[in-house]
């Protein structure tokens, strides 16, 4: 038999380790004020095809208006801003778990897209980017001479 040492935060960490999407969609800040709020992040799939990468982020009650997607040296940008509704007269929120504020994602891309055809498009509060791919040239063996 083995003796182990037993860490107690080690499984500590592994808890909160197997909880990403919680923990890194959001973080807290502090205001200049002294209030607290946090900054949120959308949660994104990303697929390929033989033609192109697909970007799918999901951006629920954010106008197409409130979202910028750049493109700059291999690494794709998606920020906005989600607006929260003002309270109507005569309603009293009880729980608010939606998230709200300015939000900003970025993706490394492989050096194999071809970023003049970038295509994005906003639909059911999903924004699905397109990034195509270059297609591959064949290459052909080149002979260098030694001098």
Same mark, same amino acid.
């Given at each position: 038999?083995? !003796? !182990? @040492?037993?860490?107690?935060?080690?499984?500590?960490?592994?808890?909160?380790?197997?909880?990403?999407?919680?923990?890194? @969609?959001? %973080?807290?800040?502090?205001?200049?004020?002294?209030?607290?709020?946090?900054?949120? *992040?959308?949660?994104?799939? !990303?697929?390929?095809?033989?033609?192109?990468?697909?970007?799918?982020?999901?951006?629920?009650?954010? &106008? &197409?208006?409130?979202?910028?997607?750049?493109?700059?040296?291999?690494?794709?940008?998606?920020?906005?801003?989600?607006? %929260?509704?003002?309270?109507?007269?005569?309603?009293?929120?009880? @729980?608010?778990? *939606?998230?709200?504020?300015?939000?900003?994602?970025?993706?490394?891309?492989?050096?194999?897209?071809? *970023?003049?055809?970038?295509?994005?498009?906003?639909?059911?509060?999903?924004?699905?980017?397109?990034?195509? &791919?270059?297609?591959?040239? *064949?290459? &052909?063996?080149?002979? !260098?001479?030694? %001098?």
């Amino acid at each position: 038999m083995n !003796i !182990i @040492r037993w860490e107690p935060f080690r499984s500590i960490e592994d808890a909160f380790g197997r909880l990403p999407s919680l923990f890194d @969609r959001w %973080q807290w800040m502090r205001d200049s004020d002294g209030e607290t709020r946090f900054e949120w *992040s959308p949660s994104a799939d !990303i697929s390929e095809t033989e033609a192109e990468y697909l970007v799918r982020a999901v951006l629920p009650a954010v &106008k &197409k208006e409130d979202v910028q997607v750049t493109y700059d040296d291999g690494m794709l940008t998606v920020s906005g801003e989600r607006k %929260q509704e003002k309270e109507a007269k005569g309603e009293k929120f009880h @729980r608010v778990e *939606s998230f709200y504020g300015k939000f900003s994602r970025s993706f490394s891309l492989p050096n194999n897209v071809d *970023s003049s055809a970038i295509r994005a498009e906003s639909k059911d509060g999903v924004l699905t980017i397109r990034v195509p &791919k270059v297609s591959k040239e *064949s290459k &052909k063996a080149t002979e !260098i001479r030694v %001098q």
